[in-house]
């Protein structure tokens, strides 16, 4: 008989070999993770990168999922409906993973403050909780939470918040726009308020701030680090002796966190995995065109 260790590692063992294997029945290469975390996925609002989104799932698995808030824009809704059959999509295959066995949390966040009323509860093998301790596979704990609770603006002034979300929407349009143009002239992704947001003195100032907020959690909470999402900054760095964690978003920089096997995560930057997949299957095409026959002479 195999001990738990010995057990583990077999199952770590057919996970990595399981990760060069194909989706049988959509054909599709799928890599294996211990744990995956998203976040600021904002489905519902039309800024949403949910075709995207859809092909980071079909590429990516693991035996835990944590969704890390504002998942659904309830903000964006309120003042329209807007829900394409992509944005359904999206939740079909995430409760799809937990169908086939995936532990799937999830952590609401401001644009989904929504479903904190329902923390506790399980939809469809989905759990509902306020914030979570995650153990990794090397034994740090991490405690999982949106992040909004120490965005100062959010608690305290709201209609600034909502203010700055309009902001956000309207650079999201014109990133939109300033891209198709650049993909015209076969110029890459570039996104306008990703820039700002490391250029802008009192942006850098708040995500600097909102950084060492939630690593000061992390000490009050004696946890090893925490991870989170909200500001749409993907990064992972120490802070205060703590290790900080932020999911990114997927709606401009299209980023998500992984853990691996031996605990180490990783920022996923899907944009640039699909643009270089994509390159490499049209470089793979042009490749397998016949050579052109010579001219008679």
């Known amino acids: 008989m195999l001990d738990s260790n010995a057990m583990g590692k077999v199952t770590r063992t057919a996970q990595a070999k399981a990760a060069q294997l194909l989706d049988p029945v959509n054909e599709i290469a799928v890599k294996r993770y211990r744990t995956l975390f998203l976040s600021d996925l904002h489905l519902g609002a039309r800024g949403a990168q949910a075709e995207l989104l859809l092909d980071f799932?079909?590429?990516?698995?693991?035996?835990?999922?944590?969704?890390?808030?504002?998942?659904?824009?309830?903000?964006r809704l309120r003042n329209g409906w807007y829900w394409p059959q992509a944005h359904?999509?999206?939740v079909q295959k995430l409760l799809r993973k937990a169908r086939k066995g995936a532990h799937?949390?999830?952590?609401?966040?401001?644009?989904?403050?929504?479903?904190?009323?329902?923390?506790?509860?399980?939809?469809?093998?989905?759990e509902v909780v306020?914030?979570?301790?995650?153990e990794t596979a090397d034994g740090k704990t991490m405690l999982v939470i949106h992040g909004d609770q120490f965005d100062i603006v959010v608690r305290n002034a709201r209609w600034l918040a909502f203010f700055g979300d309009w902001a956000y929407d309207f650079a999201i349009v014109v990133n939109t726009w300033f891209n198709r143009a650049r993909r015209m002239f076969g110029v890459g992704y570039?996104?306008?308020?990703?820039?700002?947001?490391?250029?802008?003195?009192?942006?850098?100032?708040?995500i600097g701030d909102f950084e060492n907020a939630l690593a000061s959690e992390a000490v009050r909470r004696d946890v090893d680090g925490v991870i989170c999402g909200h500001i749409h900054h993907a990064t992972i760095k120490t802070i205060q002796g703590?290790?900080?964690?932020?999911?990114?978003?997927?709606v401009e920089s299209c980023t998500a966190i992984a853990e691996h096997d031996d605990g180490h995560f990783e920022i996923l930057r899907w944009q640039t995995t699909a643009a270089e997949r994509e390159a490499a299957a049209a470089a793979q095409r042009v490749k397998a065109l016949p050579a052109p026959r010579a001219a008679a002479a």
């Not at 799932?57 to 903000?75: C, E, F, P, R, T």
């Not at 306020?130 to 995650?134: F, G, I, K, Q």
């Not at 703590?242 to 978003?249: A, E, M, Q, R, S």
């Open 57 to 75: 799932l079909k590429h990516n698995d693991a035996d835990k999922v944590y969704l890390v808030g504002d998942i659904v824009d309830g903000w």
């Open 88 to 90: 359904n999509d999206v």
């Open 104 to 126: 799937v949390i999830y952590v609401p966040g401001n644009h989904d403050e929504f479903a904190r009323d329902y923390t506790g509860l399980n939809f469809g093998g989905v």
């Open 130 to 134: 306020d914030h979570a301790l995650h």
């Open 190 to 206: 570039w996104s306008l308020s990703a820039w700002a947001k490391l250029k802008v003195k009192n942006a850098v100032n708040f």
């Open 242 to 250: 703590k290790l900080y964690v932020n999911t990114g978003d997927f």
